[in-house]
């Protein structure tokens, strides 16, 4: 049976100026396997999409890997990560009835057909009522959806209720993902500010403190308040006062979250050492000269051949709270 080496000690940090990699997860088991799941962006924070095995250097205590001798390549990230979208759409009175409707539809339709190229996507509604209306649960597919046919209730806005209550759907998706790690991402669109007053602000913000999903927020119209969604839009937010940007508003945060999924590398490997502790250094380099480091520390005892690069990680389950493993657990 194949057993898991210990990870002991972890460290992420940044290193030369231009990238910043960010670890998520390593798997590190017999006979020499070393898979590393992470994420690169810049030092501003934006995701850097596009990298292949080759703008990789492997280093074991500062000494190169040869990629050729290592079989340094990098796997479909599905094999032990899966991603979560969930589109929270504003169907209060002042969205149903204003006559938009249809460029909404298009917008929201659009949107899930892009992101669920890389995600599963789920589509919910809300109104003024405390409940949420579930107009798509989540899939992989995508598929058009029918706003027209959703029947409002309540003319008025629960936008802080309802982003607690997405919250919730979407933390109980991740438990219930079939894959070691799960990642969630809530996208909120209103064209105003809450109205319904059945949760404070207060509360909708220690909701989202609680949780490390990747939040956008899309605001389209007269009446939203760009400070309110700013603050609830952490990743992210796309905001107009115009209703005609309603489609190039959910196009910017779509090629956003394509960006922040594609950011993810599951960079496997065989390692040459065969006993003993050991320094990795990851360093992913662009064309332009942009650089950065990942470093851990792992045991190679008992490693030896053959080793094959493709095959699945071994990755800890994670807490689908926070998208990412205790200290603990990371080997911290």
Not at 140 to 162: C, E, F, I, K, M
Not at 297 to 306: E, I, S, T, Y
Request: net charge negative.
């Amino acid at each position: 049976m194949i057993r898991t080496i210990v990870l002991f000690s972890l460290l992420a940090a940044s290193g030369c100026a231009g990238l910043k990699p960010q670890l998520v997860q390593a798997s590190v088991q017999k006979p020499s396997n070393v898979a590393v799941y992470f994420t690169v962006d810049t030092d501003a924070g934006d995701p850097v999409p596009g990298l292949t095995a080759e703008q990789f250097h492997i280093y074991e205590d500062d000494k190169i890997v040869s990629p050729s001798e290592s079989k340094q390549t990098i796997l479909n990230p599905e094999v032990a990560a899966m991603h979560y979208t969930l589109l929270l759409v504003d169907l209060s009175g002042s969205v149903t009835q204003s006559g938009a409707l249809p460029q909404l539809e298009e917008a929201v339709n659009k949107f899930t057909e892009r992101v669920a190229k890389w995600q599963q996507t789920a589509i919910y509604g809300f109104d003024g009522r405390a409940e949420l209306m579930p107009i798509r649960g989540f899939s992989s597919g995508g598929g058009r959806a029918s706003l027209s046919s959703v029947h409002s209730q309540d003319p008025s806005t629960n936008l802080y209720g309802a982003v607690v209550k997405a919250i919730n759907v979407l933390e109980k998706q991740l438990e219930h993902s079939p894959v070691p790690l799960r990642f969630g991402t809530l996208v909120v669109f209103t064209d105003g500010t809450d109205h319904a007053h059945r949760v404070s602000v207060d509360d909708m913000r220690k909701s989202l403190r609680e949780v490390n999903f990747d939040v956008f927020v899309i605001g389209v119209g007269a009446e939203i308040n760009e400070s309110e969604l700013r603050d609830i839009g952490r990743n992210g937010a796309a905001l107009s006062k115009d209703p005609a940007a309603v489609g190039a508003s959910f196009d910017k945060i779509a090629a956003r979250i394509e960006g922040f999924t594609k950011r993810y590398y599951l960079l496997s490997y065989c390692s040459p050492s065969r006993a003993g502790e050991h320094e990795i250094t990851i360093e992913p380099f662009t064309p332009d000269g942009k650089k950065g480091t990942l470093n851990y520390r792992f045991k190679a005892d008992g490693f030896g051949v053959p080793c094959d690069p493709n095959r699945k990680p071994n990755f800890d389950i994670h807490h689908p709270r926070t998208g990412k493993g205790t200290a603990k657990e990371n080997g911290q």
